[in-house]
């Protein structure tokens, strides 16, 4: 008897992963490069960018790293193409990369930080988009999963900015959907939230925590229960259990999916 065929269905592909040098990007990479892809790391931090490249490469996983500026049109234009020059076909998109910004209860929210928070988490994502997928146009087509939040529907407190970011990513994945299936390429979105422990764990329970609304102690640790209390399966979720709601809807199983956001939030709806 043979042994049965390792489990590879993005072998031979390349999967761009936007803020890859992440916690979810990282993660999503590992999980990605397991199941056969080749990697490209997009990241503005050169540093955590080189170490996030080096632990795929030690695990294993082919990987390489570009460093690029979402917000800047010229760079992610430059970075799509440098990509495919470098790895041909870039058939799947990790659209991920973005930012929490600042935490203040909407009459105080600064309209600089409103403004740098959209140029990451909207216009950045638009760039991204667009983009690739001119890219897949042009060869064969793909499928990309847009980065959300629970935040984009779930009226999350003093979040005024990145709320509105992640509900436009709804918006532009359901449009996005529409514009790109004549051109083979589905798009989806995912929305996690309360995901842990990390960077935006850490930050968010500590930016609410100093917010200073009724909605939250001013105990970060007080803040992390009252977060967990929230979530009907009554714990975070681990960054390990993004990737694979991600990897399913970049890979051919998913084939008749598109314009679907999937939520990875613990039962919170
Ligand atoms: P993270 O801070 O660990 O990773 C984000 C990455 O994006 C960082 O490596 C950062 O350098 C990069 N980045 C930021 N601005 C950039 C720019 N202008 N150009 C290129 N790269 C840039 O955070 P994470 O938890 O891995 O979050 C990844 C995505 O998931 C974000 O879009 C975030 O909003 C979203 N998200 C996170 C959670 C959570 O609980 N962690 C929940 C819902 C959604």
């Known amino acids: 008897m043979t042994d049965p065929a390792p489990h590879a269905p993005f072998a031979g592909r390349v999967v761009a992963i936007t803020g890859g040098a992440g916690d979810i990007g990282l993660a999503t990479a590992r999980h990605l490069g397991r199941l056969g892809a080749t990697i490209a790391?997009?990241?503005l931090d050169g540093a955590?960018?080189?170490a996030a490249r080096a632990?795929?490469?030690a695990d294993g996983v082919p990987a390489h790293a570009w460093l690029?500026?979402?917000?800047d049109e010229a760079a992610v234009e430059a970075?799509?193409?440098a990509i495919a020059d470098r790895l041909g076909r870039v058939r799947h998109l990790f659209n991920n990369a973005g930012i929490l910004g600042r935490f203040h209860p909407l009459l105080d929210y600064p309209t600089d930080d409103f403004d740098a928070i959209q140029a990451v988490n909207v216009r950045g994502a638009f760039l991204v988009l667009r983009a690739f997928?001119?890219?897949?146009?042009?060869?064969?087509g793909g499928s990309i999963v847009n980065m959300a939040s629970m935040a984009a529907t779930g009226g999350p407190p003093n979040m005024i900015a990145y709320a509105t970011s992640k509900a436009a990513i709804l918006g532009m994945t359901q449009t996005a959907s529409r514009d790109l299936a004549p051109h083979g390429i589905r798009v989806n979105a995912v929305s996690p939230a309360y995901m842990g422990p990390g960077f935006m764990w850490t930050r968010q329970v500590e930016l609410q925590a100093a917010a200073g609304s009724q909605y939250f102690a001013a105990d970060p640790a007080v803040v992390a229960q009252q977060m967990i209390g929230a979530v009907p399966m009554r714990r975070y979720g681990r960054m390990e259990e993004i990737p694979g709601a991600v990897a399913f809807l970049l890979g051919d199983d998913a084939s008749y999916?598109?314009?679907v956001n999937v939520p990875i939030?613990?039962?919170i709806l």
């Open 257 to 259: 999916i598109t314009g």
């Open 55 to 57: 632990q795929l490469q």
């Open 41 to 43: 790391l997009v990241d």
């Open 79 to 81: 970075t799509a193409a």
């Open 265 to 267: 939030a613990g039962g």
């Open 48 to 50: 955590k960018l080189e």
């Open 133 to 140: 997928a001119r890219h897949m146009a042009a060869h064969g």
């Open 68 to 71: 690029c500026d979402v917000t």
